[in-house]
């Protein structure tokens, strides 16, 4: 059956945000980079910056050298999450069967939804006038019987617009484009490519065969000759719901000290553990995520034997996560700590434990959620989390 995929992206993400924000800063050289260092890293480049050379990836300095006027703007997590919460619930309106991505992307599957819906460009002009008329963001999109040529056909325009590929001639239409338009491709990869095969353009890689890659691309060699060829059977596939239990927050302001840093863990471990008292369920596994001023962010997990859902025990798992994950000397902004693998908690004690203990912290918490129902959750606060 043929499909309707149709991918939706917003150029330069971060910096049309800002420029939706400021519209000063319009027709201006910009990118987005955590900290004015010079080794800070660029993380989005605006059209007028990478016209003279600028690239996402380079350090401020190179930046500069390549573009004197070049204005660098602080990345702004928390817009960047509302505006792409509104962009969903506009996917939402045009389809049920939407995936999310990255930097202000998603695709939209619809295929069979055209008596509803009406045709695929008609659903693709509705979706690009709401985002101009709610968002104030420009957007591209790409109509193709599958994902990546639809990706590649957001990508292929260089204005705001809307870009239909006629199902069937898929490989004719990104045969003659370079090879780094082809997704995980990469510079490395596009680098041994040149070099060792002589290949430029992607309707180069279609006429080859599968041996004859895998010298230069090793197990990457067949994906690769499925994309020259315009072929992508992967579907759509819609945010999975799942039972897992997170919290996060942005610190007011960046910090290194350990005390401050440890109290809002600490309030994290709190609302996790309230909520998890409240479906009966207690975690197996701890997510901890440290992003750092300069936004790189780190990542660590811990498992358990037995459900944890008690604030003493969270508070004190989440501690000696923070010790694995916080390893940089650099100033924390956020911190996320996330629950899953939930299961019941159990009424089994261990054996050489002293069942009064037990006992009595069960008492005591429950006194504390009552306490907090009843009069809110600041009434009563464990004194390392002021």
């Not at 590929?165 to 898929?170: A, D, K, P, Y």
């Not at 159990?346 to 918490?365: K, R």
Request: charged share 25%; net charge positive.
């Amino acid at each position: 059956m043929t499909r309707d995929i149709l991918h939706v992206a917003i150029p330069d993400f971060d910096v049309a945000l800002a420029r939706a924000v400021d519209p000063t800063l319009k027709n201006r050289p910009l990118a987005v980079a955590a900290g004015v260092s010079d080794r800070a890293l660029l993380h989005c480049v605006s059209a007028e910056a990478r016209g003279d050379g600028v690239q996402p990836g380079m350090s401020v300095h190179v930046a500069r050298r390549c573009c004197p006027a070049l204005h660098l703007l602080p990345p702004q997590p928390e817009r960047a999450q509302r505006a792409m919460q509104v962009f969903a619930e506009l996917a939402q309106n045009c389809s049920p069967l939407w995936e999310p991505g990255n930097d202000g992307r998603l695709f939209l599957d619809l295929t069979g939804s055209s008596r509803l819906l009406g045709a695929a460009l008609d659903v693709a002009a509705r979706l690009e006038r709401d985002i101009i008329e709610q968002l104030r963001l420009p957007a591209t999109c790409g109509v193709a019987g599958n994902k990546l040529v639809a990706r590649i056909a957001a990508d292929y325009l260089d204005r705001p617009g809307i870009c239909d590929v006629l199902r069937g001639s898929e490989g004719c239409f990104i045969g003659p484009l370079t090879i780094s338009t082809l997704p995980g491709v990469g510079s490395v990869r596009t680098g041994r490519l040149l070099e060792d095969l002589n290949l430029r353009r992607i309707e180069q890689i279609a006429v080859l065969s599968v041996a004859q890659l895998e010298p230069v691309c090793g197990p990457f060699a067949a994906l690769l000759h499925q994309r020259a060829r315009g072929i992508d059977p992967s579907p759509v596939c819609s945010p999975r719901r799942t039972s897992a239990i997170v919290e996060e927050t942005v610190l007011p302001r960046a910090d290194n000290d350990d005390t401050a840093v440890r109290a809002a863990l600490g309030r994290l471990a709190e609302s996790c553990g309230l909520r998890l008292r409240s479906l009966a369920r207690g975690t197996t596994r701890l997510c901890l995520t440290v992003r750092y001023v300069d936004g790189l962010s780190e990542e660590r997990t811990d498992t358990f034997a037995i459900p944890k859902a008690f604030d003493l025990e969270l508070m004190q798992a989440a501690d000696r996560l923070l010790q694995r994950t916080w390893q940089r000397r650099v100033r924390l902004r956020a911190l996320r700590l996330g629950c899953d693998r939930l299961a019941p908690l159990t009424q089994q004690m261990d054996l050489f434990s002293a069942p009064q203990q037990s006992i009595d912290e069960t008492t005591l918490q429950t006194a504390l959620d009552r306490l907090r129902r009843q009069f809110g959750h600041e009434s009563v606060q464990w004194g390392r989390n002021l």
